[in-house]
């Protein structure tokens, strides 16, 4: 008896011993190695310089990812702000009343560091553009694009204007960006007067952050060469970024908005034009 009983209280005693460890959760198994953070867009601008794909009408060195696309919509109001005295422009609602030439373009991400385009505006004109940003300013003291295109008018079907341009950025931190683009447009002469049929253009703009997501900006297209109609087109304005979105008011003293338009110039030194741009990044 006595010895069933010590074998009992030793199975008792080996249970207790056993059952507690058993229950014990797993130890937690070794911490892997931190992998680091993906950069869900490595061409986005980092410093945020360079918001959108045109200061007004001149096109700069933001990069449009692989796959992904772009929208815009120009607006230029075909009145002039100093048609009349300051009463006429309230009661036009600053120019807001009158007709306009508007444009649409979609743009789409072909490879890195290659987009291409097509922009129509309400004249019937078509623009097929595409570009190629061949030196980021990460690698160099200034960012090299370059755009070749061609617009025709009636809807692509007569007088076709193929053009080149550079573009040269230089990105100052996160406080702006200067640009230099110098272009070349074939076939800009289609008024049928006597003269060139070419235009040279030295394009410069600059765009400078005045808060964390507006922007004030200024572009020109001087001709030196060829032929130069009218006065060099001049843009500026204000502009507001809220997330994918792009919000511009601009002033111009012409309302042309592709390449060829930019280089058949402005109608005048004092018509001064209200207009705006939209623009949607779809990523």
């Known amino acids: 008896m006595t010895r069933s009983l010590h074998a009992v209280l030793a199975l008792l005693l080996v249970a207790a011993v056993a059952i507690p460890a058993a229950a014990q959760p797993p130890a937690d198994p ?6 680091p953070p993906q950069d869900d867009d490595p ?5 945020n310089a360079q918001p959108d794909f045109y200061v007004a009408t001149m096109p700069t060195n933001l990069r449009l990812p692989k796959g992904k696309m772009a929208f815009r919509l120009t607006h230029r109001f075909l009145r002039t702000l100093g048609d009349g005295d300051f009463g006429d422009l309230v009661k036009r609602a600053f120019g807001f009343d009158s007709g306009a030439q508007i444009g649409l373009e979609l743009k789409y991400g072909l490879f890195r560091g290659g987009q291409v385009g097509v922009y129509r505006t309400s ?19 200034v960012g090299l694009g370059i755009v070749v295109n061609v617009d025709g008018t009636d809807n692509f079907s007569d007088e076709f204007s193929p053009g080149a341009m550079l ?6 931190s996160d406080k702006g960006a200067l640009y230099l683009e110098p272009s070349v447009v074939s076939n800009s002469n289609i008024t049928g007067v006597d003269g060139d049929d070419y235009t040279v253009m030295a394009g410069v703009g600059a765009r400078i952050r005045a808060r964390r997501n507006t922007f004030l900006f200024v572009e020109a297209s001087p001709r030196i060469a060829g032929f130069k109609p009218g006065v060099t087109l001049v843009s500026f304005g204000i502009e507001q970024r809220a997330g994918g979105h792009l919000f511009q008011i601009n002033f111009s003293n012409g309302f042309g908005t592709t390449l060829a338009q930019a280089a058949r110039g402005g109608t005048g030194k004092s018509d001064w034009y209200v207009g705006f741009n939209l623009s949607r990044k779809f990523f």
Request: glycine share 2%.
């Open 167 to 172: 573009v040269l950025s230089r990105e100052i």
């Open 43 to 47: 061409d986005r601008d980092p410093n």
């Open 123 to 141: 004249d019937r004109t078509i623009q097929f553009s595409g570009q190629y940003d061949a030196v980021s300013q990460k690698n160099a003291p």
């Open 30 to 35: 070794a911490p892997a190695a931190a992998t």
